[in-house]
Structures are given as C-alpha cells and as structure tokens.
C-alpha cells in the first residue's frame, strides 16, 4: 500500500526511528481557501467575524479575513502526519508553546517542517515513549505563520 514501510503496515516511524534535532520538510502542501475557514468556524461554533464576515474584515487592519487559527493548528499538525506518526501514535500527550507570528490568509499555500526536540522512554510503559516534536507552519512566502510544541505516545517497535 502507498506510503507504508517494509515490515510496518503504517508510515508512521516508531520511537526508536526519531532523533533528536531531526528535521522533516513535509512534502504535502495545502492553499487554504474561504470554504476551509467558513466551514471550520461555523462547525466549531466560532462567530468570529474575522474569520467569516468579509465585510467586517474590510475595516480591520488587515483588510480581509483570517484563517482560523485552530483550523491552522490542525492543518499544520496535520500535514506532519504521513511522515511521523501515522499508525504509530498511542495518544498526543498536549501541546505547547502554540503561535501565530503572522497571519495566514484565504489563498495562502501553507507548508511544514518538524522537528524531533527531544525523546524519552516512558517510565509506565515498556512498549511506549514520549517524542516531543515542533511543528512550524509557512506560507507561500516562506513566512513563519504558526508553530507548537506537541508531546506524542509513540509505540515502540515490536511492542504492535
């Protein structure tokens, strides 16, 4: 099947495969557009009408609406995902240190990095561990537009 390694089922990589300071450039990259953040928000029951009133927008500083940034949190973490951890994540543990230098905007292309920040056995779980990633979000300008910590219960391999 596309994506999975040899021996895995999943493409996810498994504790002992991540390094500290290892840094993944994630192919996938997405343009975020009015109906990703209308339908977000309105699912969401966010009101914001910085997010889903153009009008509204046009007499702010910005001038246009904003994405909504929990829709770019997710969509950050997201793309991460094919390349780290699919399949081979117990649970997130949380998520930390979350930004948003700049704004990201309907029509903007966003792509990702992460980076492996630390890594530690888990003290209750023999077939686990915990893998602290930074995730950073960019836009098509390469701009820094969203960045997190995220701690994530990684299975060991062999313990599947």
């Not at 914001?48 to 940034?69: K, V, Y």
């Not at 930390?96 to 966003?110: E, M, S, W, Y």
């Amino acid at each position: 099947m596309f994506g999975e390694r040899e021996g895995s089922g999943m493409a996810g990589l498994y504790f002992e495969e991540f390094d500290a300071g290892k840094v993944f450039r994630h192919p996938l990259r997405r343009t975020v557009t009015e109906t990703d953040n209308i339908l977000f928000s309105t699912m969401t029951l966010n009101p914001q009408p910085l997010h889903i009133d153009r009008h509204f927008c046009a007499e702010t500083e910005w001038g246009e609406p904003l994405m909504n940034s929990l829709f770019t949190l997710g969509l950050m973490i997201g793309i991460s995902v094919n390349d780290t951890t699919v399949g081979t994540t117990i649970a997130n543990l949380g998520m930390t240190d979350v930004r948003f230098p700049k704004p990201l905007f309907q029509g903007d292309t966003v792509h990702v990095e992460t980076e492996v920040v630390s890594k530690r056995e888990s003290r209750s779980r023999p077939d686990a561990g915990i893998v602290e990633f930074e995730h950073r979000a960019f836009n098509q300008n390469d701009e820094l537009v969203a960045i997190c910590r995220r701690q994530a219960f990684m299975r060991r391999r062999g313990a599947d």
